[in-house]
């Protein structure tokens, strides 16, 4: 595998003198260079494998790639491809796992960081159990691109506001954090398509704050509260951590959010995705 060290010196003339030709990348054999990029980020691999042929040799090792992967990895296959070819190279196993995948009927999206190779997961507002959103009355399901799937539930008033989610998925070892994605008002665009944030039926939130609730299959349920008060803005709410320390087998998540205090109407707001991500990129943002 790759080129040693050899032919290092090459004669000057036909004398007893010879110059030593200085060793370059290009000298390093295959599995050394291998062995460096394992230690590496997907990105720095793959922008080293441009430097010549003995790295561009080495960043397609497969035991460079596997240790870029989850260590469940093949469970995570089996829960979002229907088949999958697994003579796949892991490189390329890396990459299809790096592109957004939907699951569950299009309602939720799983895709691995491409830096880190860590999993992250959303709901989308179609994927929730929300009270009354069928009713037109109260909740309406609106077209946007300021969505990742594309539709958010907006909702003009209620007096009991409850929305629940559930996943159960082989998340890698790790900590992880829940959040979910809210903005008070309605983003709108002119004939210009100049984009205004309606806020006309904003109210009622500074009332009684909101109460999030996660729950797993292993742990206690973990509940925070917040008042909602910012406008024409998406806000990623953190609703709080959990811990995986079992890869072998899936973990159930499930996800709340209330206010069903019936003192006053509430309104205005776009419910657009619940997200799943490992904390320490809450950490380093």
């Not at 010879?18 to 295959?30: A, I």
């Not at 979002?80 to 939720?108: A, H």
């Amino acid at each position: 595998m790759g080129s040693g060290f050899s032919f290092l010196s090459t004669p000057m003339d036909n004398s007893s003198t010879r110059r030593r030709r200085t060793p370059e990348l290009g000298d390093l054999p295959e599995d050394c260079v291998a062995e460096v990029l394992s230690h590496l980020d997907p990105p720095e691999i793959c922008r080293l494998a441009k430097l010549n042929l003995a790295f561009r040799g080495a960043s397609s090792a497969d035991f460079v790639w596997e240790s870029k992967l989850p260590a469940n990895y093949e469970s995570i296959i089996h829960r979002v491809f229907e088949s999958f070819p697994m003579s796949l190279c892991k490189k390329d196993i890396y990459g299809k796992l790096c592109r957004p995948i939907d699951i569950d009927g299009g309602t939720k999206r799983f895709w691995l960081d491409k830096v880190r190779g860590k999993a992250c997961l959303s709901i989308s507002s179609q994927g929730l159990s929300i009270t009354g959103v069928d009713d037109r009355r109260y909740w309406n399901r609106i077209s946007t691109n300021e969505s990742r799937f594309g539709t958010i539930a907006y909702l003009q008033q209620t007096w009991w506001l409850e929305i629940e989610g559930e996943v159960e998925f082989p998340f890698p070892v790790g900590t992880y954090s829940v959040f979910v994605r809210l903005q008070l008002g309605q983003t709108t665009s002119n004939r210009f398509g100049r984009q205004t944030c309606n806020t006309q039926h904003v109210h009622g939130w500074d009332k009684k704050p909101v109460q999030f609730k996660i729950t797993t299959s292993s742990d206690q349920p973990l509940v925070s509260q917040r008042f909602l008060g910012e406008t024409g803005k998406w806000v990623l709410h953190h609703c709080g951590d959990f811990v995986v320390e079992d890869c072998s087998k899936p973990v159930r998540v499930k996800f709340s959010m209330t206010q069903i205090d019936c003192t006053h109407t509430k309104g205005g707001l776009c419910v657009d995705s619940v997200l799943i991500y490992p904390s320490q990129f809450r950490r380093e943002g």
